[in-house]
């Protein structure tokens, strides 16, 4: 049974530009979550997709936006990148329902320059 | 709005220790309690799930406790190790399907 992976693990981009990070679900697990970490914080709610389909979102702006793949694969896409963008962006799958255990990926780290 | 609060911040304890990490969360109206621990530019790994229904878990030297009707959480750590040496994060599952986390405990273990 494989784990959460995310790719890449880290990314360099300019501000305005258009980044996309992407996630693999663990084995069997329809559900994903994206979280930002910024330094020294706890992770924030980003979106959550379940069969495609958006299940959540927090407050984050519309240029934060996703993709779930019919393999429960995801993208997270964040358009004309800030500086304030710069964060550990993690990805979380689980199996639907509300009290299933949810795994983290390694983690994506951005630094917007 | 949920908020996640866990104290102390950071804990600095000779091996062998056991110690007691807190979590209090505002809302009661939680689905689970999650704790997770992070080494520095990692991901999470879960330790130890509570659902809303359950008291307490154990896993190993770890055991977690849920207080809903409080909003508070414990994770107890036995026999400390400098191998535990992280950051432990608590998160609650709430409203909107997300979890709701903590700032995390940073904890040495000096050998």
């Known amino acids: 049974e494989t784990g959460v992976t995310q790719s890449p693990t880290h990314l360099i981009k300019t501000r305005g530009q258009q980044v996309t990070l992407r996630c693999s679900s663990q084995s069997g697990h329809n559900t994903v979550s994206w979280y930002q970490q910024a330094l020294g914080q706890g992770p924030q709610f980003i979106f959550q997709?379940?069969?495609?389909?958006?299940?959540g979102r927090g407050n984050f702006p519309p240029r934060f936006s996703g993709l779930q793949f019919p393999n429960y694969s995801s993208e997270l896409n964040v358009n004309a990148l800030e500086l304030d963008d710069s964060a550990l962006y993690l990805c979380?799958?689980?199996?639907?329902?509300?009290?299933?255990?949810?795994?983290f990926g390694q983690g994506t780290r951005l630094t917007v320059v | 709005k949920q908020e996640v609060t866990q104290i102390p911040a950071a804990l600095s304890v000779p091996e062998g220790e056991n110690l007691v990490l807190n979590c209090s969360f505002t809302d009661s109206a939680i689905y689970n309690l999650q704790w997770f621990r992070q080494d520095p530019g990692k991901g999470l790994t879960s330790l130890l799930l509570i659902q809303s229904s359950q008291r307490e878990q154990t896993s190993g030297r770890l055991n977690a406790s849920l207080d809903k009707s409080s909003g508070r959480s414990t994770l107890y750590i036995a026999a400390s190790q400098p191998g535990d040496s992280a950051t432990y994060l608590c998160a609650a599952l709430a409203t909107g399907n997300q979890f709701y986390f903590g700032t995390g405990t940073s904890l040495t273990v000096i050998p």
């Open positions: 997709y379940y069969r495609e389909e958006e299940n």
């Open positions: 979380a799958s689980s199996l639907p329902g509300r009290v299933t255990e949810a795994f």
